[in-house]
């Protein structure tokens, strides 16, 4: 069964770093683009960051864009989204996506 498995996520202060891990089963995902997108409590799910299927294009929200960094490893076929110098406001679930598969999703919680 082709999925995506989300891992990563947990609970982190203020000015702290995550990485965020997806897992595809399957190596049909590298033809793919790649996306990370995020869902707060009481807001709808938003776009936070894509990867070419090469992995030579990156783009970003604006809210994240030059802390989150989007990656992949097509020999493990496991996207990456780094995050540092994370906010309150980054708080929510974090969920990869590639055509219409989706993660389960991974907590981040920044809070001191």
């Known amino acids: 069964q082709v999925q995506l498995v989300d891992s990563g996520g947990g609970f982190v202060q203020p000015g702290g770093s995550l990485r965020l891990s997806c897992a595809a089963s399957?190596?049909?995902?590298?033809?793919?683009?790649m996306y990370w997108y995020r869902q707060a409590p009481g807001k709808e799910r938003e776009f936070v960051a894509s990867?070419?299927?090469?992995?030579?294009?990156?783009y970003y929200a604006d809210s994240v864009k030059g802390r989150f960094t989007i990656s992949r490893d097509k020999a493990k076929n496991t996207a990456y989204l780094q995050m540092d110098s994370l906010k309150p406001e980054d708080t929510a679930v974090y969920y990869c996506n590639c055509r219409d598969l989706w993660g389960q999703g991974t907590q981040v919680t920044v809070s001191s």
């Open positions: 399957g190596n049909i995902f590298n033809m793919y683009p």
């Open positions: 990867i070419s299927w090469s992995g030579t294009s990156t």
